[in-house]
């Protein structure tokens, strides 16, 4: 059974760090693209940062650029996303997703998520 | 970058009606367009992917339509489960950005 599983989350200062991570189950996270993607508690969806199959070719939101890092482990079969300099604005909810067969662009199974709050 | 905007941004609905949601892009993604439905409480689901194409196991009362800048998730007729927020996403080009959501509510 194909599977995510964010951890990670956290209570965090402004400027501080954190690493999430997302465990996958049933496939190989190095076979797929794999995605970001963060929500505030009642607000809209934000793509946070996709990493390609081959594992060379990353992309990043605006707002996180130059902040943020995704990254993987095949022999663990794990994504992280390493967080740094965060703000407030960056409190949210944050769901890994996997791509989609067809095309890796689209997120076919998606985690439930783990929860990052930025406060002092 | 491109936006996206959505209309309605919510709509109420009765069982049985047809729903249609409306997506644009401000400049065009040819059929790079994804559709999203999110339950509250849950992780967002795919419905549609490259503009048309329904995603297994998704009921066939949905259907995606249109390419360029215009585009439409139709549900052919409502059911109690349908309720939640609707949302596109562009995949022309990054980033990859959301449009910012229908709510759908069941009278």
Redo the contacts between chains.
Sequence with gaps: QVQLVESGGGVVQPGGSLRLSCAASGFSVSDYGMHWVRQVPGQGLEWVAFMRFTGSDKYYGDSVKGRFTISRDSSKNTLYLQMNSLRAEDAAVYYCAKGHPNSHDYMDVWGKGTTVTVSS | ?IQLTQSPSFLSASVGDRVTITCRASQGISA?L?W?Q?IPGK????LI??AT?L?RGVPSRFSGSGSGTEFTLTISSLQPEDFGTY?C?R?NA????????TKVDIK
Excluded: I, S
């Design positions: 970058d790079y994804g999203y999110q992780a967002p689901k795919l992917f490259a194409t995603q949302y996403q995949l990054y980033p990859f950005t959301f449009g910012p959501g």
